[in-house]
């Protein structure tokens, strides 16, 4: 236990620099992430984490309220959904003397950094906390409650802002922790009312939280095929009840049975006239004779498990504002941790509260347009692309004759979730242009060998009817597999001919891929493949050269750690259980160290490091000491992920019965294969979401470079054939062929992998958290941890145990 601070007469400076970590406003899923993120890496990082329980009124009322943290201390907190440590309204830090006597409280715990998560409201306050430190200071010693040496060590207080709120309200950011696992909620119980509502032919109007930001009600419309939605931002005219009875009726006509309405709490029209649920139910029951009912979410979308992304998000963004928090200076602007795409981020906390705040400016002074800007380009993609489902046979949007192309969607490689969904969305996208959307079913084999059959071929024309149920559905409905062009190139070319072919999208994993390179191969020989090809990635691998996002991994994660999570049940409930889990992803181990990370497993075993013999000496070693200190005290289970071609020696089994092994009887290990039931299940809602938006993206680039174009024309350039993807913090179009090219740049052919894996880094993140020790910490023959300087990344228990295992010094131990 590290001696108190605290002193009657005064503070003297800590020896390690102490930070705080506090949830505050409305908990959503994922702040236990940050907690626990937070946490560890301040230990790591040579710092001591404190937590402030109940938010600013832990702040406030001080004491045992503000309680050092250690590193068991968040054991098993990245499962929980809402705030361990609490969160309360604290009117008094409102006032400037509340926020006096909570500084006092800092300094008498020594702490001059505060990471907080919370929404605008929380982390204005922060920022007004920082600006007003000194003279807060200034004033507790000239009141005589602290001395002027005891503040002197904390002149400058550092703050680092996360933002943790389920409407996704934050400008600056494209997603906040928790949002995304209340999508998943809101999602999950639109998705039982599908049956019964077409089983009825009944309406049902849903209400979602949101009163200043529709976002919640804008995804959740996408990702279910809401037929209208109703949000702040873009509200609809006085008069909407007829564009919304229009609407719902030519979708009846189409033969659909079912209607879904969903509404913002905040909803109203253009001239700020409150719409609720109610009236939307009396619209459709009295206008169209639709039975139709209510129902209203309200706060089951902050309850549950945060899902993986918010997981993965709060666990990287709890880490970044470590390193924020140790970079900053205070001349720097407070930080709040932001997220691109796919890329973490530090942004201006104030910048981005002004802004957040302005949309609502916006808003009131009816400037809808502006309101839709600020909150950012992605949101208004969104919902634009959002409009185009519903509407499909707007005459206004289609393309002259001699621009409407002739565009075939397959699907290559195994299954995964949001294949549907993407075609369903480019099937949309081509009606409401005038294009043809061609379906050919069961990949390329089944274009090969039956695309003449009678009565029904393989290749089909398809109408929005067809597919506008694949909405939230799994799997493939066209059919996929592994097969390829090249196994029969001449029969693809013929094929292409025959059908008339005008541009190919091919969404599928690393075959979908090489499928593409086949074809683009062939153009020489056969002027028909001399068409655009777009691959959109959809494999739970994500393993495909050119993106650092694959449709489907995010729903195969989700699947994996909910399986992880009642394993871990399992291995606790005993004490005494480790669980080594295999995870697919053939040669990339994409799976198995995303899904480390969500889970906070003790280690992952992937192909791209192997497995070796020394390695597994080290993790039996740490997993003896482990259950040794723990004495049976602590209910977390333990749990070991290995990608499944890690290792052609050390199978998942054989690894499980080493541990058994070599645990001594102290405690028993299993395996466990989840198998295909990674790929399996509805989509994710944000597969569901990127695959309307990515699939939109490429029929635009379809349309806005290759309509109309001759063949020569389409062959001189290399964006003829193009992967789409997320590198970094941008959505590109990458060339396949040419000398800078995937194809030879980017591509490990033979493990089927991209050459630079983006995600390797977070590698060494797992292992921080987990406590893992590093190769160069331990015995190379026994594993055992050397004597020594031990350094931060071991959890305390071991450090506390160094000197006891009566070891030889017999390696040199390295701190890089």
Partial sequence: MAPTHEMSNGVPPPRKKRIGVMTSGGDSQGMNGVVRSVVRMSIHMGCEPYAIYEGYDGLVQGGDLIKQMKWDDVRGFLSRGGTLIGTKRCMEFYERPGRLVAAKNMILKGIDALIICGGDGSLTGADKFRSEWPSLLQELVEKGDLTQEAIEPYKHLNICGLVGSIDNDMSGTDATIGCFSSLERICEMVDAVFDTAASHKRGFVIEVMGRHCGWLALMASIATGADYVFIPEKPPAPGWEDEMCQIVTSHREWGKRRTIIIISEGAQDTELEKITADQVVKVLTDRLKLDTRKTVLGHIQRGGLPSYYDRWLSTLQGVEAVNAILDSTPDKPTPVITIRENKIERSNLEECVKLT?????????????????????????????????????????????????????????????????????????????????????????????????????????????????????????????????????????????????????????????????????????????????????????????????????????????????????????????????????????????????????????????????????????????????????????????????????Y??????????????????????????????????????????????????????????????????????????????????????????????????????????????????????????????????????????????????????????????????????
């Avoid at 350039?717 to 396949?736: K, N, R």
Wanted: aromatic share 8%; net charge neutral.
């Fill in 651 to 816: 199978t998942t089994q054989v690894v499980a019965d080493m541990i058994k092994e070599e645990a001594r009887g102290r405690f028993e290990s299993k395996a466990a294969v989840p198998g295909h039931y990674q790929q399996g299940g509805k989509p994710s809602p944000m597969d569901r979401i990127r695959a309307l938006r990515m699939s939109i993206k490429c029929m635009q680039f379809l349309e806005d470079n290759f309509a109309g174009k001759s063949k020569d024309e389409i062959m001189a350039t290399e964006d003829s054939a193009v992967v789409i993807g997320i590198q970094g913090s941008q959505v590109l179009f990458t060339p396949i062929g040419g000398e800078s090219g995937l194809e030879a740049k980017e591509t490990d052919w033979k493990a089927r992998r991209p050459l630079n894996e983006f995600w390797r880094p977070l590698k060494s993140t797992v292992d921080i958290l987990s406590g893992r020790p590093k190769d160069t910490d331990c015995c190379t023959e026994c594993g055992k941890v050397l004597s020594g300087d031990i350094p931060q990344p071991l959890p305390d228990v071991l450090a506390a145990t160094k000197s006891s295992f009566g070891h030889p010094l017999t390696a040199v131990y390295s701190k890089d």
């Fill in 357 to 649: 705040k302005s949309v609502a400016t916006a808003i009131k002074e009816k400037d809808f347009e502006k309101a839709m800007h600020l909150r950012d380009v992605e949101f208004k993609e969104y919902f634009n692309s959002y409009k185009l489902t519903t509407s499909t046979e707007d005459p206004r949007m289609k393309l002259p004759k001699d621009k409407q192309m002739r565009i075939a969607i397959i699907h290559v490689g195994a299954p995964a979730g949001g294949m549907n969904p993407a075609t369903r969305a480019a099937v949309a996208y081509c009606l409401s242009r005038g294009h043809t959307p061609i379906a050919i079913h069961n990949g390329f084999p089944g274009l090969q060998r039956h695309h003449a059959d009678k009565p029904l071929g393989s290749v089909r024309n398809v109408s929005w009817l067809d597919v506008d149920p694949w909405v939230n559905e799994g799997g493939s409905e066209l059919g996929t597999n592994r097969g390829l062009p090249a196994d029969d190139i001449a029969t693809t070319a013929h094929c292409f001919e025959l059908y008339k072919f005008d541009a190919l999208f091919l969404i599928g994993g690393f075959e979908a891929f090489t499928a593409a390179s086949q074809i683009r191969k062939h153009r020489d020989s056969y002027p028909a493949l001399r068409i655009p090809l777009m691959v959109l990635p959809a494999t739970v691998s994500n393993n495909v050269p050119g993106t650092e996002y694959s449709l489907g991994s995010d729903t195969c994660l989700n699947t994996l750690i909910g399986f992880c999570d009642a394993i871990r049940q399992s291995a606790s409930a005993s004490r005494r259980r480790v669980f080594v889990i295999e995870t697919q992803g053939g040669k990339s181990g994409y799976l198995a160290t995303m899904a480390g990370l969500a889970i906070g497993a003790l280690a992952v075993y992937i192909p791209e490091e192997g497995i070796n013999v020394h390695m597994l000496a080290r993790d039996i070693e740490f997993l003896r000491e482990n259950f040794k200190n723990d004495r049976g005290a602590s209910r977390a289970g333990k749990i070991i992920l290995r990608n499944e071609q890690a290792s052609e020696t």
